[in-house]
């Protein structure tokens, strides 16, 4: 994706109106404190501001694609289905309303794009079409990133996901709750035992490298 959709966002289907006729509205002369919340910008870039667009996929392109790094196994196809969050952002961003945080909203596009993804996958796998089984991804890490990313893998699913989105995605338990449609104290209780499960796994792993250190969460609601 090299930086490549802010200039402006390949073309300009589905944009804001006033950022198409390069006559953004009046909004009052003040400077924002700094910096912006993630909410804020979303909201000046409904109103027709581009560049608010452009601080925000700065701040995200790369949680984004590492979103998807973590889930599949084609760097490429990573990317292209970062890039895909990101022109659905731009194409629902007359409809923006800010109900929860900007970045509850942005990981559940990610996860809709995932699973459609997934099923298209699913679906080409069904009918026959022939993808290699090799993973082209993760072959390049260190001996302990491979490792976790295994004992990861073994995890029950939803246990799996709320893991990753809290150590990776950093995401309050909050917004896992609302992403998986799950009661907080469930998710909560399920990072529990998917830590528990983890570090039982990667205890059991013989003789390999240094152990991958599970950073402690901060208590974020």
């Known amino acids: 994706m090299q930086d490549a959709l802010p200039a402006f966002v390949l073309n300009s289907?589905?944009?804001?109106?006033?950022?198409?006729?390069?006559?953004?509205?009046?909004?009052?002369?003040?400077t924002p404190p700094?910096?912006?919340?993630?909410?804020?910008?979303?909201?000046?870039?409904?109103?027709?501001?581009?560049?608010?667009?452009?601080e925000l996929f700065a701040r995200y392109?790369?949680?984004?694609?590492?979103?998807?790094?973590r889930r599949l196994t084609d760097p490429g196809q990573?990317?292209?289905?970062?890039?895909?969050?990101?022109?659905?952002?731009?194409?629902?961003?007359?409809?923006?309303?800010?109900?929860?945080?900007?970045?509850?909203?942005?990981?559940?596009?990610?996860?809709?794009?995932?699973?459609?993804?997934?099923?298209?996958?699913?679906?080409?796998?069904?009918?026959?079409?022939?993808?290699?089984a090799q993973?082209?991804?993760?072959?390049?890490g260190t001996d302990a990133s491979l490792i976790l990313r295994e004992a990861v893998g073994k995890l029950d699913r939803v246990d799996r996901e709320i893991l990753m989105l809290r150590e990776f995605e950093e995401l309050s338990y909050a917004g896992i709750a609302e992403l998986l449609r799950l009661p907080v104290n469930t998710?909560?209780?399920?990072?529990f035992r998917a830590r528990m499960a983890l570090r039982d796994l990667l205890v059991a792993e013989p003789q390999k490298s240094p152990q991958p250190k599970l950073a402690e969460s901060k208590e974020g609601v």
């Open 61 to 69: 392109r790369q949680p984004i694609v590492g979103f998807f790094r």
């Open 13 to 30: 289907e589905g944009l804001p109106p006033s950022t198409m006729n390069g006559t953004p509205k009046n909004r009052e002369a003040e």
């Open 187 to 191: 998710v909560r209780s399920r990072l």
């Open 78 to 132: 990573a990317e292209e289905l970062a890039q895909e969050t990101f022109l659905v952002i731009v194409r629902s961003a007359s409809g923006y309303q800010p109900r929860a945080l900007f970045r509850t909203y942005l990981y559940a596009i990610a996860f809709k794009i995932l699973r459609a993804h997934r099923r298209k996958v699913a679906f080409r796998a069904t009918f026959g079409e022939r993808k290699s």
């Open 135 to 140: 993973d082209p991804a993760g072959r390049d």
């Open 34 to 54: 700094n910096p912006a919340s993630d909410e804020r910008l979303m909201l000046d870039f409904s109103q027709g501001k581009a560049e608010a667009f452009a």
